[in-house]
């Protein structure tokens, strides 16, 4: 009779198992899994399958699985050096609107980061996550466009210079205020919007984000971000 | 999307209750296993499991071990063939999260590695008088080992696994689980006979070939799991 309860607990804890969305929470409930089951067996009779349980089912997949997720967790962000999105300040440290949004979004996510210039060179899709940069031409890429991902961040307006080279309005602001250039030289050209790549074997990382991002702005924080780092 | 955790969730009430009835209405006992007649006086050993599983039908666990076996190997004939790890690192990389591990963790990581090593000894060695054997003793020792891979410096893992030569050993400890048949085979009329001294039920020396097949069979599992580890270590530079 004991075991049958403990058989209904683990068939409870493997329903909050099916439901969990936390990866590290649900490695846990795995853990807790393992070591009821093996109380079960301990209670049928068989103390030695209840060992083998406890020890693979709590101790060893637990353990596997953890660092499985550490090492999937990692995720490899290409940048693009963009006024005002991403930049170095003067300590060399990166930082910017698109850095900051994504560096709250995987601390969030309890993702680890890391971080890497972007050459305009071929992609390998391998060693890339996600890319930022105030990115949205996607021409100027170099990229397969059906291999990524379009995440919308941030709206924006493209201008057209006196040369006709399309310019958004990040990188017009840093013209006119840091190398001094006549605002009248810009002509309104269209409508836009920033966008991160994301890799599309991880649909995953998309919809999160895009889940995070409507938070932010439904709790005003995204607003007080565009402020404080575009103004 | 919806109906997928639907599904499951009614799979699993299926399979609780399939298990809950068929604990309620327990059957179990009713059937007469021949392996339960004498099997104390002709295996001397205390743990029926035991008896069975490394006497009676030990021609099914060789052939687990051999599994086992094959795994390890396969990850290490994978493995052999990938460059070795951290040393073409770019260096304009910037890690913003750096790994460091803890004082705390590096000293409970040692301390949990410790006693789960005894505890394996423990469980090996009285796997014939008690609950326990090869198997688990040795998955006990390898988690210790994960947890103890888990709390230190990667460069610190490499150096300790390449200084014990495990891996080497791990070759060719599978040798002495054939070669312990034919021992039995000379000694006796059929291959994989007790050929170690049998004394009074309960003794540590109980049990036929248990403490020896069931060192052998812990020692590889454990020898397996450092093994995997640490081709993953030098091959892939994660755990």
Not at chain 2, 78 to 88: G, I
Not at chain 2, 103 to 126: A, D, K, N, P
Request: proline share 2%; charged share 20%.
């Amino acid at each position: 009779m004991f075991s049958a309860i403990f058989w209904l607990l683990a068939l409870c804890l493997s329903v909050a198992l099916l439901f969990e969305k936390n990866l590290k929470t649900s490695v846990l409930y795995f853990g807790l899994f393992g070591t009821i089951t093996s109380g079960a067996y301990l209670f049928m009779g068989a103390p030695d399958v209840s060992f083998a349980s406890l020890a693979l089912g709590a101790g060893f997949t637990t353990f596997v699985f953890l660092i499985a997720i550490r090492k999937t967790g990692t995720v490899r962000v290409k940048y693009i050096i963009t006024p005002y999105m991403v930049f170095k300040n003067q300590e060399g440290n990166l930082t910017g609107f698109e850095y900051e949004l994504l560096k709250t979004f995987l601390l969030d996510q309890n993702l680890e980061a890391e971080y890497a210039p972007y050459t305009f060179d071929k992609i390998d899709r391998k060693e890339t996550d996600i890319l930022i940069g105030g990115i949205y031409d996607i021409d100027k890429m170099n990229i397969d466009e059906k291999k990524w991902i379009k995440v919308e961040v941030l709206s924006t307006k493209i201008f057209k210079d006196d040369s006709s080279e399309e310019i958004d309005l990040v990188r017009m602001k840093k013209e006119i205020l840091k190398e001094g250039k006549p605002s009248d030289s810009f002509q309104y050209f269209k409508e836009s919007q920033y966008l991160f790549y994301i890799e599309h074997h991880r649909p995953e990382l998309a919809d999160d984000l895009r889940q995070f991002i409507k938070e932010l702005k439904n709790s005003g924080e995204f607003e007080e971000m565009v402020r404080r780092y575009i103004g | 999307m919806k109906f997928l955790p639907v599904l499951v969730f009614l799979l699993l009430v299926l399979f609780g209750l399939v298990v809950f009835f068929n604990i309620v209405q327990n059957q179990f006992e009713n059937h007469q296993n021949p392996y339960f007649e004498n099997s104390l006086q002709k295996n001397t050993s205390l743990n029926i499991t035991s008896a069975i599983y490394l006497d009676y039908r030990f021609y099914d666990s060789i052939f687990e071990v051999i599994v086992f076996f094959v795994a390890a190997f396969g990850v290490n004939m994978v493995l052999e063939k990938l460059p070795v790890s951290y040393q073409n690192e770019s260096i304009h990389k910037i890690f913003i999260h750096l790994e460091e591990v803890d004082l705390r963790m590096e000293t409970s990581g040692s301390f949990i590695f410790l006693l789960s090593f005894i505890f394996s000894i423990y469980i090996v060695f009285t796997g014939h008088i008690g609950p326990g054997g090869g198997f688990v003793g040795g998955v006990v020792a390898g988690t210790g080992l994960l947890v103890l891979s888990g709390s230190k410096d990667l460069k610190q893992i490499e150096d300790n696994l390449n200084r014990l030569k495990i891996h080497t050993i791990e070759k060719f400890i599978m040798l002495f689980l054939p070669i312990s048949g034919i021992i039995g085979l000379i000694f006796s009329d059929a291959g994989f006979s007790n050929f170690f001294p049998q004394i009074a039920e309960g003794s540590f020396f109980s049990g036929g070939n248990a403490i020896l097949l069931n060192f052998l069979i812990g020692f590889k599992v454990f020898s397996g799991t450092w093994t995997i580890l640490y081709h993953f270590v030098r091959h892939r530079g994660v755990i």
